[in-house]
């Protein structure tokens, strides 16, 4: 892979503001996981939007970034060998791990306790002190290095080439098949590791999509699949998946209020599980192409938001907690409080990314 194509850099932009966005809709009432939650109704028509938005997003964006970390792997490979490869990814994800596991993680852990009368630096100070580690997002660049020592161990065992340029992108049947099996493997972790539940820091029920579109992303570097997506490929599985999504709560709704989709053999967990890759394919497939078509130019915005993109990635939890934690005595509906935080949020990620590109060194991390 001889040159870099801006639109996969732009979508990594939107990736990232949709992690700030998605996060930002779970301390307003998403089910899920975060820092700071206020205090909303779970069963209102803004926590039940806000978790079916976050559902989708779910479904695809991450294992979207794993894709495209695939994509780029073989090249980077291949240019630096598999010493300086691996040191490389030690320093782009295994020093933004440390920071924040052991500092910004604590801090935000610290900034969410204030509503509750804490004393900010007390707590802090604790954390550290304790040498307490909380990953936060960044469980993202843990799994990329394991990805990243998996794909160097497999490459210096079979010698891998180049991939013929020619190859074409695999027939809708493939694409079946690869939602199936994905499926069905993600419904089997999720009777080791339900979902919502953590082993070594990751929620390996949702690993099966990252596992695969990572390795895809490895494959399709080569034939450069992600640059070849045509109208073809796309829009019937862009079809699929805005058929797709509405089917989700229609199946919780039947499966029953109290249905458990996390774990078990339960209608609800066999439709969440197969649910997730058909909604994918389409959305990751549609955006590939839309993206290629109308964003495949090097402006210089959004060369520079392409450049903050992975530091605002890193920042943007003690930002958005802090700013959520800061309005909350504010008296506003929850979706009125999720815009207006959502919006600053990552406005401010992006913006202290750039500061921290001004530092020396900084860029051979960001």
């Avoid at 307490?132 to 160097?152: D, K, N, S, T």
């Avoid at 080439?161 to 049947?173: E, K, M």
């Avoid at 694409?175 to 080791?192: K, S, T």
Wanted: net charge positive; aromatic share 14%; hydrophobic share 55%.
């Amino acid at each position: 892979m001889n040159q870099r194509s801006h639109f996969i850099d732009h979508l990594r932009v939107l990736l990232t503001g949709l992690v700030i966005a998605h996060h930002t809709a779970i301390t307003y009432g998403a089910s899920g996981g975060w820092f700071f939650h206020e205090n909303v109704a779970p069963g209102s028509i803004s926590s039940q939007l806000l978790t079916m938005f976050c559902a989708v997003n779910q479904a695809y964006f991450m294992g979207m970034f794993f894709l495209i970390a695939g994509y780029y792997t073989p090249a980077s490979f291949a240019r630096k060998g598999a010493a300086k490869f691996f040191a490389d990814r030690l320093i782009r994800l295994g020093i933004p791990l440390l920071v924040f596991g052991f500092v910004l993680g604590p801090m935000t852990a610290a900034i969410a306790d204030i509503p509750a009368g804490k004393d900010f630096w007390d707590v802090w100070s604790y954390l550290m002190l304790r040498l307490r580690f909380i990953p936060g997002p960044l469980w993202f660049a843990q799994a990329l290095l394991m990805f990243a020592a998996g794909y160097a161990i497999w490459a210096l065992a079979f010698k891998r080439t180049s991939d013929n340029t020619s190859r074409p992108i695999p027939a809708a049947r493939w694409w079946l098949l690869a939602a199936l099996m994905v499926g069905l493997v993600a419904l089997l972790l999720r009777q080791w590791v339900p979902v919502g539940k953590e082993f070594w820091g990751l929620q390996i029920g949702y690993f099966s999509s990252y596992i695969f579109l990572f390795a895809l992303g490895c494959v399709a570097s080569g034939p450069r699949w992600l640059e070849r997506i045509t109208r073809a490929e796309a829009r019937p599985w862009m079809i699929v998946s805005v058929v797709a999504i509405p089917m989700l709560p229609v199946a919780l709704k039947l499966a029953g209020g109290a249905a458990n989709f996390a774990t078990g053999w339960s209608f609800a967990a066999i439709s969440y599980a197969l649910w997730e890759p058909f909604v994918a394919w389409g959305i990751i497939a549609g955006l590939l192409w839309i993206a290629r078509k109308r964003c495949n130019q090097n402006h210089p915005f959004g060369q520079a938001l392409g450049e903050r993109a992975y530091g605002a990635y890193i920042v943007h939890p003690p930002i958005i907690v802090g700013i959520a934690v800061a309005l909350h005595g504010w008296e506003a509906p929850p979706m009125v409080k999720f815009v207006a935080v959502a919006a600053c949020g990552i406005v401010g990620s992006f913006a202290v990314a750039g500061l921290l590109l001004r530092i020396p060194g900084a860029r051979r991390v960001l």
